[in-house]
């Protein structure tokens, strides 16, 4: 059984940094694209960022360009999502979720449609 499960999310005031986790099952792992999403209350899941599991290029929302980074360690079959400067409006429930690998490179990564797997969520808050 495929499995994604996230950890790292709390609560931090403006200017603060968290770093998300995303630990991923061998077969989830293996040449995917693996995205960041996150879904405020009241609002639609949009993706934050993502990966390919092959290689080194990652993609960004222009929403956090310049302060989030996502990086893995293949060793262990884990993604992390470096959140710094946050803003308030970063606050949202985080999810990690694996894709087909053409996802990353074809300009779609953002669209939840083509994730299959997802995690369960971790929650960030960030108070002003």
């Known amino acids: 059984q495929v499995q994604l499960v996230e950890s790292g999310g709390g609560s931090v005031q403006a200017g603060g940094s968290l770093r998300l986790s995303c630990v991923a099952s061998e077969y989830t792992y293996s040449r995917k694209c693996m995205g960041w999403f996150r879904q405020a209350p009241g609002k639609e899941r949009e993706g934050v960022a993502a990966i390919y599991t092959g290689g080194s290029s990652t993609y960004y929302a222009d929403s956090v360009k310049g302060r989030f980074t996502f990086s893995q360690d293949n060793a262990k079959n884990t993604l992390y999502l470096q959140m710094n400067s946050l803003k308030p409006e970063d606050t949202a429930m985080y999810y990690c979720?694996?894709?087909?690998?053409?996802?990353?490179?074809?300009?779609?990564?953002?669209?939840?449609?083509?994730?299959?797997?997802w995690g369960q969520g971790t929650q960030v808050s960030v108070s002003s």
């Open positions: 979720a694996a894709a087909p690998v053409g996802i990353c490179t074809s300009g779609s990564w953002g669209l939840v449609r083509w994730y299959n797997d």
